[in-house]
């Protein structure tokens, strides 16, 4: 089911009652407009974006493109590693090491450790960070982007290019309290995980979605870029439905997004008799988990990883390359330093782009309407005075 959301109520619209409103239909809030944009565009730069109905901006948890640090092949990676934030620990023993293969810059993150003693064994060789948020939340926006390299395998497959007719592998995992993960009691979501078929879902209760509505959007040949906004209903988080919203993009498989407002995203009624989730998370691990068939060679590669948690969250500045944002096969995610209604000040992540000669920027605001794509392949004036560019 593909669904599209209206935005929140202006404070002008709550104002004039909920009888008017209701006599007067739905109300639909203007998108985001971009009108300019100041600085040279760059990976790494510090861009203005003027125009209106930006709305309030998000709170950036972690951003890393994996650019710091040693980048040596199998090399440790650095809880330091972030361009934005940093990574609380290390979820296991073993350490997330540097892949030469990566969707921006020239290294990226794989997620099982070769120096482990058994390093076809999760148990011993998942390589994975875990990211304390700032404070509880019922809200968060993550995307990312995640590789095969040719000649190894999906987690738990034998034969590279195959996915395995089972569970074994949860690519990122938002649970509450250091034993959420577990589900008794506790929210916990995988965004995604692949049992056999793709699914949004937790150990709290059944699958909260089936991707279906996605269609065959795993790349073996492209990297795959994976965003999910979840967002509960602020005065009943368990119960009320909430909003999900779920978007895969690669070059070859193309734009796929799904929009859901019929269920919490901490799943309300839980299965397997486990007592009600608790309707909040408070941190993150990356991946969550992979386990289950044959590891031997599975190095599955991360890039690009941005998280944002709080108010706001689906707020966010990106890169596409197609003047329209559902067109965009490759989507580069961008970390703001100030925001306000009308203005936008940002560090450029270029991600995989190195030409923007035919590329486009588009603000997104925190009910997740999207504004007209603006061209940025041409000159730009510098900065307004006061603003410092890298």
Not at 80 to 92: L, Q
């Given at each position: ?151 190894t395998t999906f987690p738990?497959?034998?034969t590279p290019g195959t ?228």
């Amino acid at each position: 089911m593909r669904l599209e959301r209206i935005g929140g109520l202006s404070a002008v619209a709550r104002s004039l009652g909920t009888a008017a409103l209701i006599a007067s239909g739905p109300v639909c809030i203007a998108a985001p407009a971009v009108t300019g944009i100041a600085g040279n565009i760059a990976d790494g730069q510090t861009i203005a974006i003027s125009g209106s109905n930006f709305g309030g901006g998000p709170t950036v948890v972690v951003f890393d493109d994996f650019e710091s640090g040693d980048g040596s092949d199998s090399q440790p990676i650095p809880l330091t590693s972030p361009e934005v934030g940093k990574w609380s620990s290390y979820t296991t023993a073993a350490h997330p090491t540097y892949s030469s293969y990566a969707r921006s810059g020239k290294h990226g993150f794989r997620i099982t450790d070769p120096t482990a003693s058994d390093p076809g064994n999760p148990n011993v060789s998942m390589g994975s960070f875990t990211e304390l948020l700032p404070g509880e939340t019922t809200e968060f926006f993550v995307a990312y982007s995640f590789f095969v390299p040719p000649g190894t395998t999906f987690p738990g497959a034998s034969t590279p290019g195959t996915l395995p007719p089972f569970s074994s592998w949860k690519a990122f995992w938002m649970f509450d309290g250091p034993t959420g993960f577990t589900g008794k009691g506790q929210a916990d979501l995988w965004a995604p995980a692949w049992a056999g078929f793709w699914q949004l879902g937790g150990n709290s209760g059944a699958v909260l979605k089936n991707l279906g509505p996605l269609g065959d959007w795993f790349s073996f040949k492209n990297w795959n870029r994976f965003a999910v906004w979840a967002k509960a209903n602020a005065s009943a988080p368990v119960r009320s439905p909430g909003t999900i919203f779920v978007q895969a993009t690669s070059l070859d498989k193309g734009h796929s997004e799904s929009t859901w407002s019929d269920r919490s995203p901490f799943q309300g009624p839980t299965a397997f008799n486990n007592p009600p989730s608790s309707g909040k998370w408070d941190r993150f691990t990356v991946p969550g988990w992979y386990g289950s068939g044959d590891n031997t060679h599975n190095q599955m590669t991360y890039d690009d990883i941005y998280v944002a948690a709080g108010p706001n969250a689906a707020a966010r500045v990106e890169i596409g390359d197609a003047p329209t944002y559902k067109g965009s096969r490759t989507l580069a995610i961008s970390t703001p330093q100030t925001w306000s209604d009308d203005k936008i000040v940002f560090t450029l992540r270029a991600g995989p782009f190195t030409d923007f000669s035919h590329a486009y920027l588009y603000v997104v605001d925190a009910n997740n309407n999207v504004s007209k794509g603006y061209a940025i392949g041409g000159p730009q004036p510098n900065p307004p005075e006061g603003i410092s560019v890298k």
